[in-house]
């Protein structure tokens, strides 16, 4: 099993929950986060004071799915986040031991 993380922009938070919808995943977690990357955010004016503002705030799907299920899913997320702006994102590939279904006690790729 493999954990995707993808980090996108809060204005696709309802363009790729629909695309994985569509392709089958029936569970994911999001959360709204702030964060950084190449942006290293910019510059406001409030009050007439320079204010420098270095995070942004972002969208992270955090998706447990089987290993041949990566690669395709990683097409509908870079297909559903994709700008080609500065700050379309970034998605973390992650090995997974174990899920355990807590109702159940159920283990592996039956708790998912």
């Known amino acids: 099993m ?3 993380t993808a980090i ?3 204005e696709k938070l309802e363009v790729l929950k629909e695309a ?3 392709a089958g995943i029936r569970g ?9 990357g190449n942006q290293h955010g910019w510059k406001e004016y409030v009050r007439g004071t ?3 503002l270095n995070t942004i705030p ?4 955090d998706i447990v799915v089987d290993e041949d299920q990566v690669d395709g899913l990683i097409q509908v997320i870079c297909s559903a986040a994709h700008t080609g ?17 807590i ?3 159920e283990h592996g790729r039956g708790a998912l």
Do not use: A
């Open 2 to 4: 493999k954990q995707l």
């Open 8 to 10: 996108i922009r809060q």
């Open 20 to 22: 994985l919808f569509d």
């Open 28 to 36: 994911m977690t999001i959360s709204q986060v702030q964060g950084c």
């Open 50 to 52: 320079e204010v420098l």
């Open 58 to 61: 972002k969208v992270k799907f």
């Open 85 to 101: 702006g500065v700050g379309d994102g970034k998605i973390f590939v992650t090995p997974v031991d174990d899920v355990i279904r």
């Open 103 to 105: 109702r159940t006690g």
